[in-house]
């Protein structure tokens, strides 16, 4: 019944997936105690080195969201040798083992019956409250506390404005391994992708610990790629917050069209 179950329920969301140039529809569902269960997809960028694997997408969006009673991961198509060593290290204190070339146990209990898809939004009042920069801002503000940063003690949190009058989370998380490390900044982007929703009009950061902090040039690619339209606000503590158009973060950014294929 679960094999049944996860292959149909993988399955409606590889349309999701981002992938012009890898033609991989990577879909996996990370599975939490009482059965519920966070998507993550893959997406590709033209700067192909910063496409977000599904793996760290799902995991990412878990931590953002706050839900890391992880039971287990299912992969919609075989798990390469770096995906499986991502799982390992992608949870402190949390054994990973391979059940099949598909499946990763986070313990040693049975899989729940399937629940319903977790929310990816958190509550921020009406719409009006969200298109408000100030009370996104507080919002990012107080999501940035999730950020697991065991490395660099440097908390970053992202709110992107939704159309319901909720906003999407992410915050940086960082791994053993540093080049599997996301910013909040396409932690929410990717969230945003899995979940099939709408480009955001406004973006807004917090960079508690830096008043001079700003998206780092990888952040400024995919922003530009998955949010070109949106405006973005940047915290930086005791300063007043900025506020930049998105294609204006990026000069001359690397579009990828000559990689388009026929």
Not at 35 to 56: E, K
Not at 229 to 245: F, I, L, Q, T, Y
């Amino acid at each position: 019944m679960h094999d049944e179950w996860l292959i149909h329920t993988a399955s409606t969301y590889q349309t999701r997936a981002r992938v012009p140039w890898s033609r991989d529809p990577h879909v996996v569902l990370l599975l939490l105690g009482n059965g519920d269960w966070i998507p993550g997809v893959r997406i590709d960028s033209a700067s192909f080195q910063l496409s977000i694997p599904a793996t760290v997408n799902a995991v990412t969006t878990a931590y953002a969201l706050g839900r890391l009673d992880i039971e287990a991961l299912y992969s919609s198509r075989a798990l390469s040798d770096a995906e499986v060593l991502y799982l390992r290290g992608a949870f402190a204190g949390r054994s990973a083992r391979t059940g099949s070339s598909q499946m990763v146990h986070f313990s040693d209990a049975p899989l729940p019956t399937p629940g319903t898809e977790v929310s990816p939004s958190v509550p921020s009042g009406d719409r009006d409250r969200v298109a408000d920069p100030r009370s996104m801002i507080a919002g990012a503000r107080h999501v940035a506390e999730r950020a697991h940063v065991p490395s660099s003690n440097f908390p970053v949190g992202c709110l992107l404005d939704a159309e319901d009058g909720t906003a999407i989370p992410g915050v940086n998380v960082e791994h053993p391994e540093w080049t599997w490390i996301l910013c909040a900044e396409r932690n929410a982007l990717s969230t945003m992708v899995s979940y099939g929703l709408a480009e955001p009009a406004t973006m807004a950061l917090s960079c508690p610990k830096d008043d001079q902090g700003t998206p780092c040039g990888a952040c400024r690619q995919l922003i530009v790629e998955l949010a070109p339209g949106a405006s973005v606000w940047m915290d930086r503590g005791n300063r007043p917050p900025d506020c930049m158009e998105a294609v204006s973060m990026l000069p001359h950014f690397f579009t990828g069209r000559a990689l388009t294929p026929d």
